[in-house]
């Protein structure tokens, strides 16, 4: 497809993100069998719903603007979800597991994450104003998936991973690290007081 504007540009988007969507929701189901803490099954359950709606989205776009949104191939996610589901085939501890589960499913957000937000500036400067907020709407979701994808590795799964027994929650895990820093640096208080006074 030739990019003589940017309206052909932002069908390109379009279509790749509908592909990204279609191959996330094939993944979604094997990332909700092979995550072991509660909460993070629900949110990839909870995310496999939210999917079905983007791709919906993506489809009530195509009727305004005309056109298939199949057509493209986004190997951007393949690759990502190549290597999430990798992840969920990894043997070892399941807590352990379900933090690399988290970081790869990240690594997809964030994907959708800078795809959406420059389709929809695009859609927001040729002034498609309806594009631009269902375009918005799937990009809160996906920066809200993102969150608690945080939450869920900070609460529950990083600091319950074997290997983290002196972690009693998050304060002592950052002193532990403090703590480390301050017997790394010493003594280097003169370069400490340079640095601050900058
Ligand atoms: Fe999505």
Redesign the pocket.
Known sequence: MALATMHDLMIAELKDLYSA?TQ?VKALPKMVKGATTPSLKTAFENHLV??QE?ISRLEQIFEMVGGSPKGKKCKGMEGLLEEGLEMVEEDGDDTVRDAGIIASAQRVEHY?IAAYGSTHAFATIMGHTEIAELLEL?LN??KATDALLSQIAEEEVNGAAPGMDAAEGDDSAEDAEDAEDVEDEVPAPVAKKTTRGK
Do not use: A, D, I, V
Request: without cysteine.
């Open positions: 969507e996330l939210e999917t983007h959708e799937t979701e996906e």
